[in-house]
C-alpha cells in the first residue's frame, strides 16, 4: 500500500531517519522525522497561482505541539489544544526565517508548512528536527525552493562545543544556539548565551554549520528517490519598468533618501511613487504602459537600487551617518514616579518606555508545555502599538512579532539575573514601543536593563544591544551599525548582538539572500562590539550600577531558612497556623518544600513579627535563656506566658517573686508584656518558667537571692501519710515527677496538675 522512502543517518551520536510515502501523502511534500523517540511531521503544500493582486510572498509556518506526544492530557476546561503556546510561535518563527528568503524571487504563490510535534522523548526537543523536516517537505514538493537547509543547536560547556545537546545537557550549558544554512552559507542564527566572546560565538555557528552537511546529504538523497517534478515557475522580469521608472525618478529617489528625518523621507518618497504611477500606470480610462501590480514590485525594486547603490559607493547611509556611526541616544532613569523602576531610551527615531515591577513568588507565571508544567520567575512583554510608526491599526491581542520581539530581549537579559535565592523577587518588564524606526528590540535590550538597575535589581552588568545590517552586491558588501528601519526593508540582513562588556548573551541573525559567510559575520561581530560598547556609555550617564534598595512601592522580600522538619509546625492543620499569621502580622508568607520561607509586606514591620513568629515555631527553647513573653491565662496556680511564638510556659506562683504572692492575679494579668527565664524543660516538652529571676524593666537576668528549699526526705511525711512533703504547693526546686500513672491520692492525686502538664 505504501511507497515508502527513507534515509538515515548517525548525528551527534543519535539515528535521524527521514522518511515519506506512508503519512499525509496528500500534501505537495510531507515527511516524518525521527530523531531518537522524538518524532516531527512536516508537511508542504503550495498554491499553484497567485491571488490576483499579490504584491507580497504568503509564506505561513505553523508549528504545534500534541499533549500526547510527551504522555500528556491538557489542561483546561476543554482539554483539548487551544491557542499557540508561546513555545510553539516561537519555533513557527525560527523554522520561517531561514526558509523565506530560499524561494525563488518574484514566487507569490500561498505556501503553508505545518510541523505537528507527535512523540516527544524530553532529551531531544523537536524544534531543530521540525526545521530540518520542513526543508525536506519543501525540498520534496516541487515547490521553487532553492534548498535544502540543514539545522543544528549547539551547546557549550568547558570550552567545548557540544552540537544537539539534550535537554538536561543544556541546562549545564553556557550557550544554547539554533542555526541553519545551506551547503555553502549561514541563513539563520538564534541564541542565548553566558557572557561569551565573539570568537567562541562565530566558532559556535561555524561548528553547526558543518555538522548540518550530512544532514543536507541525506534529504538530497532522499529527494532523488522522491521528489515530485519542479513546478514550472518563471519569475517576472520587471528589468525594462525598473528602468523607465529610475529615468523617470531616480533623481527624486535619491533626494528623498538623503533626507535624515524619517516622516520627510516618507513623504518624498510617495511624491516620487505617485508622480511615477501617474506617468506609467495611467487610469482605469487612460491605461499606461504597466499594470499596477508590476509596478509596485518595480518601484521597490528601485528604491532598494537607490539606496543600496548609494551606501556601496559613497559609504553614506540613508540619514548621513558612516557605516559604524550609531544614532543619538539619550537616556533617562525613573521615568515614572510610581513604578518600581522605569526608563525612557530614544535612539534616533526608535524609542522605547520600559517598566519593571517585582513581585513574589505568587506571580510567577506558570508555562504548560510538552516537558510538564515549569515556573518562571522572569518576564518580559513587548508591545507596538500602531502608533509607533504613525499608522492606525487594529489593537488586541499579541501577534507573532511582538512575541518574538520580546523573547529575544528577555534572552539578552536574562543571562546577568542574580540567582533567584540572593533576590527572590519575580520580575516583569514591559516594553512599550512609542516609536519606532529600526532595532525596537534592541531599544527594549537597552531599556529594559536600565528599568531593572532602577528598580534595584542587582544585575551583574548592565546590558547593551545592536541590529547590524548587510548591502551585498557580489563580492562587495557593507556592514551598518544601528540599522534605519528602511536599511532592514531594502537591505540583506538584520543581525542582532546583545551583550555586556564581558560578553555577548543573546544574538539573532535573518537573511534576505542565500547565505552569508564567515567573513561577513566576523566583520558583523566586531562591529558590533564596538557598538555595543558606544551604547552601554551612553546608558551609563542616565544610570551607573543598579539602585542599593528596592523602590519605595515595591514589596519587600525576606527569606529565611527552617529544617524541613519544622514545616508541618509552620503551616499547621489544613494551613491554620500559617493563614493565622498572615491575618494577623498582614505579611504575605510562602515556604516551599525544602523549608525556604519568603516573608513579603511592603511594611518591614509586618515582615519583623512575621519573622519572630516562625522563628518562635520553629526555635527550641534554652534552659537558662532569658524570654519576652505575653501572659496568655491566669489559673489559681500561675500565670501561662507565651514566650516562644506558639510555645507556652507556666510561671508557677512560687516564680512570680522571691516574697510570697497570694494570688497570680496581684502580680500580672492578661496580656501583660514579661520577662522570663526557662527554668526546665521536661521529657514531654513542657516548660517551668521564672519571673523572680529576670529584671522585668531590663530583661538583665538577676541573682537568685532565695534561699534553697529543705530537702524534701528531712521535713518528713505530712499528716503522719505518705503524701507528697511539706509544701503543698510542689516541687519549686526541681523537676515534677511524672504522674502518668495516676498519682498519690493522699496528696489530691490528678485533679489539681494544669491540663498542659497532662499528656
Known amino acids: 500500500m505504501f511507497d515508502k522512502k527513507s534515509v538515515s543517518l548517525e548525528w551527534a551520536g543519535r539515528t535521524l531517519t527521514i522518511e515519506t510515502g506512508q503519512v499525509a501523502r496528500q500534501a505537495d511534500g510531507a515527511v516524518m522525522v525521527t530523531y531518537g523517540d522524538t518524532k516531527v511531521l512536516a508537511t508542504a503544500c503550495f498554491a499553484k497561482s497567485a491571488k490576483p493582486g499579490q504584491d507580497f510572498f504568503p509564506l505561513t509556518v505553523n508549528y504545534m505541539e500534541k499533549y500526547y506526544a510527551s504522555g500528556r492530557i491538557p489542561g483546561g476546561f476543554f482539554k483539548r489544544e487551544g491557542r499557540p503556546t508561546e513555545k510553539e510561535t516561537l519555533t513557527s518563527r525560527l523554522i520561517d526565517r531561514p526558509i523565506r528568503p530560499l524561494f525563488v524571487k518574484g514566487f507569490k504563490n500561498e505556501v503553508q508548512v505545518v510541523l505537528t510535534a507527535m512523540s516527544y522523548d524530553l532529551e531531544n526537543d523537536p524544534d531543530v528536527i521540525g526545521m530540518i523536516g520542513a526543508s525536506a517537505a519543501l525540498v520534496l514538493s516541487g515547490a521553487p525552493f532553492m534548498g535544502p537547509i540543514g539545522a543544528a543547536r549547539v551547546g557549550y560547556k568547558d570550552g567545548e562545543y557540544i552540537i544537539n545537546p539534550t535537554i538536561e545537557e543544556l541546562e549545564e550549558s553556557e550557550l544554547d544556539l539554533v542555526m541553519a544554512g545551506t551547503a555553502d552559507a549561514v541563513m539563520m542564527v538564534e541564541s542565548e548565551a553566558y557572557e561569551l566572546s565573539e570568537e567562541v560565538m562565530l566558532g559556535a555557528v561555524m561548528a553547526g554549520h558543518e555538522s548540518i552537511q550530512p544532514v543536507i546529504d541525506a534529504i538530497i538523497d532522499l529527494a532523488e528517490q522522491a521528489a515530485k517534478e519542479p513546478f514550472d515557475f518563471e519569475a517576472e522580469d520587471h528589468s525594462a519598468e525598473l528602468e523607465k521608472i529610475q529615468k523617470l525618478v531616480g533623481a527624486d529617489l535619491s533626494a528623498a533618501y538623503s533626507m535624515t528625518e524619517k516622516l520627510e523621507r516618507q513623504a518624498a518618497v510617495g511624491e516620487a511613487r505617485e508622480k511615477a504611477k501617474a506617468a506609467l500606470v495611467g487610469t482605469e480610462e487612460e491605461p499606461g504602459e504597466m499594470s499596477g501590480e508590476t509596478f509596485k514590485s518595480a518601484f521597490k525594486e528601485a528604491e532598494a537600487s537607490v539606496v543600496r547603490g548609494d551606501i556601496l559607493k559613497t559609504g553614506k547611509r540613508i540619514d548621513g551617518r558612516s557605516l559604524d556611526q550609531v544614532r543619538p541616544i539619550e537616556a533617562i532613569a525613573s521615568f515614572l514616579p510610581r513604578t518600581h523602576g522605569s526608563s525612557l531610551f530614544t535612539r534616533g527615531e526608535t524609542q522605547a518606555i520600559c517598566v519593571a515591577t517585582l513581585g513574589t513568588s505568587d506571580d510567577e507565571q506558570?508555562?504548560?508545555?510538552?516537558?510538564?508544567?515549569?515556573?518562571?520567575?522572569?518576564?518580559?512583554?513587548?508591545?507596538?502599538?500602531?502608533?509607533?510608526?504613525?499608522?492606525?491599526?487594529?489593537?488586541?491581542?499579541?501577534?507573532?512579532?511582538?512575541?518574538?520581539?520580546?523573547?529575544?530581549?528577555?534572552?539578552?537579559?536574562?543571562?546577568?539575573?542574580?540567582?533567584?535565592?540572593?533576590?527572590?523577587?519575580?520580575?516583569?518588564?514591559?516594553?512599550?514601543?512609542?516609536?519606532?524606526?529600526?532595532?525596537?528590540?534592541?531599544?527594549?535590550?537597552?531599556?529594559?536593563?536600565?528599568?531593572?538597575?532602577?528598580?534595584?535589581?542587582?544585575?551583574?552588568?548592565?546590558?547593551?544591544?545592536?541590529?547590524?545590517?548587510?548591502?551585498?552586491?557580489?563580492?562587495?558588501?557593507?556592514?551598518?551599525?544601528?540599522?534605519?528601519?528602511?536599511?532592514?526593508?531594502?537591505?540583506?540582513?538584520?543581525?542582532?548582538?546583545?551583550?555586556?562588556?564581558?560578553?555577548?548573551?543573546?544574538?539573532?541573525?535573518?537573511?534576505?539572500?542565500?547565505?552569508?559567510?564567515?567573513?561577513?559575520?566576523?566583520?558583523?561581530?566586531?562591529?558590533?562590539?564596538?557598538?555595543?560598547?558606544?551604547?552601554?556609555?551612553?546608558?551609563?550617564?542616565?544610570?551607573?550600577?543598579?539602585?542599593?534598595?528596592?523602590?519605595?512601592?515595591?514589596?519587600?522580600?525576606?527569606?529565611?531558612?527552617?529544617?524541613?522538619?519544622?514545616?508541618?509546625?509552620?503551616?499547621?492543620?489544613?494551613?491554620?497556623?500559617?493563614?493565622?499569621?498572615?491575618?494577623?502580622?498582614?505579611?504575605?508568607?510562602?515556604?516551599?518544600d525544602e523549608g525556604v520561607i519568603k516573608i513579603s509586606s511592603s511594611n518591614s514591620d509586618e515582615i519583623e513579627a512575621a519573622r519572630k513568629w516562625i522563628e518562635g515555631i520553629v526555635e527550641e527553647a534554652e534552659v537558662g535563656k532569658v524570654y519576652t513573653g505575653k501572659v496568655v491565662n491566669i489559673v489559681d496556680f500561675g500565670a501561662f506566658v507565651n514566650f516562644m511564638g506558639g510555645k507556652d510556659g507556666l510561671v508557677h506562683v512560687s516564680e512570680m517573686k522571691n516574697e510570697r504572692v497570694e494570688k497570680p492575679t496581684d502580680v500580672v494579668s492578661e496580656g501583660q508584656e514579661v520577662k522570663v527565664k526557662v527554668l526546665e524543660i521536661d521529657n514531654r516538652g513542657k516548660v517551668r518558667l521564672s519571673m523572680r529571676v529576670v529584671d522585668q524593666e531590663t530583661g538583665e537576668e538577676l541573682e537568685d537571692t532565695r534561699p534553697p528549699r529543705e530537702p524534701r526526705g528531712d521535713r518528713g511525711p505530712r499528716g503522719g501519710g505518705g503524701g507528697r512533703g511539706g509544701d503543698r504547693r510542689g516541687g519549686r526546686g526541681g523537676p515534677r515527677r511524672d504522674r502518668d500513672g495516676g498519682g498519690n491520692k493522699d496528696g489530691g492525686g490528678e485533679a489539681h496538675v494544669p491540663d498542659f502538664l497532662k499528656d
Open 366 to 592: 506558570f508555562i504548560d508545555g510538552l516537558d510538564g508544567t515549569s515556573k518562571s520567575k522572569f518576564m518580559l512583554h513587548y508591545n507596538f502599538p500602531p502608533y509607533s510608526v504613525g499608522e492606525t491599526g487594529r489593537m488586541g491581542g499579541t501577534n507573532r512579532r511582538e512575541t518574538g520581539h520580546g523573547k529575544l530581549a528577555w534572552r539578552a537579559l536574562q543571562a546577568v539575573l542574580p540567582k533567584h535565592e540572593e533576590f527572590p523577587y519575580t520580575i516583569r518588564l514591559v516594553s512599550e514601543i512609542t516609536e519606532s524606526n529600526g532595532s525596537s528590540s534592541m531599544a527594549t535590550v537597552c531599556g529594559g536593563c536600565l528599568s531593572m538597575m532602577d528598580a534595584g535589581v542587582p544585575i551583574e552588568r548592565p546590558v547593551s544591544g545592536i541590529a547590524m545590517g548587510l548591502i551585498l552586491e557580489g563580492d562587495d558588501f557593507a556592514v551598518l551599525s544601528d540599522i534605519l528601519g528602511d536599511e532592514d526593508h531594502l537591505g540583506d540582513m538584520d543581525f542582532k548582538v546583545a551583550g555586556s562588556e564581558s560578553g555577548i548573551t543573546s544574538l539573532q541573525m535573518d537573511i534576505k539572500v542565500a547565505g552569508i559567510t564567515q567573513e561577513i559575520m566576523t566583520k558583523a561581530l566586531e562591529q558590533a562590539k564596538a557598538g555595543r560598547a558606544h551604547i552601554l556609555g551612553e546608558m551609563t550617564k542616565a544610570l551607573g550600577s543598579a539602585r542599593t534598595g528596592v523602590s519605595k512601592h515595591a514589596p519587600r522580600i525576606e527569606t529565611m531558612q527552617i529544617d524541613k522538619s519544622k514545616i508541618r509546625d509552620v503551616i499547621g492543620t489544613g494551613g491554620k497556623v500559617i493563614r493565622e499569621i498572615v491575618a494577623e502580622t498582614g505579611a504575605k508568607v510562602d515556604i516551599d
